[in-house]
């Protein structure tokens, strides 16, 4: 990208994990608070094309893939736009038990949870740093309490802590990075919980798992629908001073338990599996 046409280039805010749930709630939220800004939705959906429609672009992408997330940058910079503001939503999430499940699902849940928000930074780093950007990396308040069966947490935790070394690097050049840490949402990856017990199958943990998907549940008290969540995304984007950190629907209950001493969150981690 040529310096000397950075000031012609329209400025865009390219949203990853778009095809659905809050990934479509912040392009939505995005397209009204920033109606000057080209909207770029990406997913590894094959359909997100045809999603959406102008002021957006649609545009397949694999955050864990360098040539797809490298071929997206060519095609945004050949339409002359520059990447002002990046929001890494794109994310998977599991219940399994972790000691039993392959190399490979362990290493593809952090492939795009934690190093696809990674992959992105660097494809677009001189996009941010020319036009002063902003990046928003989207956690969850599940890393107050990592628990059994659930990886998800141990890869936002993983995010986070890249998230402070990251943002002390893009503030030497004057672009901001801020973490967004909701609670439970509306979207799939909760009701993914909700049918544990159908898919546990053949498992050492077996009986631990069932006591865990009838325990779980109830600890989760209220779920924000997904444009709350995205409300507070595009206010992290849109302020001239944002936080570091912004929290939503934070659950009391976490709060609490992640100030206890280990040995007592593990015992009480270990009634809650050996219930009856």
């Known amino acids: 990208m040529k310096s000397e046409t950075r000031n012609t280039l329209k400025k865009a805010i390219l949203i990853t994990g778009a095809a659905g749930g809050l990934g479509q709630a912040i392009v939505n939220k995005c397209i009204h608070k920033f109606p000057d800004f080209i909207i770029i939705a990406t997913d590894i959906d094959k359909g997100i094309p045809g999603l959406y429609k102008d002021p957006v672009i649609g545009m397949q992408m694999d955050v864990t893939d360098e040539t797809s997330i490298l071929t997206v940058r060519k095609e945004i910079e050949d339409r002359g736009l520059q990447v002002w503001g990046l929001v890494n939503n794109a994310g998977v999430s599991d219940f399994f038990p972790i000691t039993e499940k392959s190399k490979?699902?362990?290493?593809?849940?952090?492939?795009?949870?934690?190093?696809?928000?990674?992959?992105?930074?660097?494809?677009?780093?001189?996009?941010?740093?020319?036009?002063?950007?902003?990046?928003?990396?989207?956690?969850?308040?599940?890393?107050?309490?990592?628990?059994?069966?659930?990886?998800?947490?141990?890869t936002k935790i993983a995010l986070e802590a890249l998230s402070v070394s990251i943002r002390n690097e893009l503030a030497?050049?004057?672009?901001?990075?801020?973490v967004v840490r909701p609670g439970a949402i509306n979207?799939?990856?909760?009701?993914?919980?909700h049918h544990l017990k159908e898919r546990i199958g053949e498992s050492i943990y077996a009986e631990y798992l069932h006591n865990f998907a009838n325990e779980a549940p109830k600890q989760i008290r209220r779920i924000s629908e997904p444009d709350e969540v995205a409300a507070v995304i595009v206010k992290a984007l849109a302020k001239p001073k944002p936080k570091q950190y912004y929290h939503v629907n934070n659950n009391p209950f976490l709060k609490i338990a992640q100030r206890?001493?280990?040995?007592?969150?593990?015992?009480?981690?270990?009634?809650?599996?050996?219930?009856?």
């Open 104 to 154: 490979e699902t362990l290493e593809s849940m952090y492939a795009i949870n934690t190093f696809g928000p990674v992959n992105m930074l660097r494809a677009f780093l001189a996009h941010l740093i020319a036009t002063k950007g902003r990046v928003v990396n989207i956690s969850s308040e599940s890393i107050r309490l990592p628990t059994a069966f659930h990886p998800y947490a141990n």
């Open 172 to 178: 030497l050049h004057g672009a901001k990075l801020i």
């Open 260 to 276: 206890l001493p280990n040995r007592l969150k593990d015992s009480l981690m270990q009634k809650m599996l050996k219930s009856e």
């Open 187 to 193: 979207t799939p990856f909760l009701r993914d919980l």
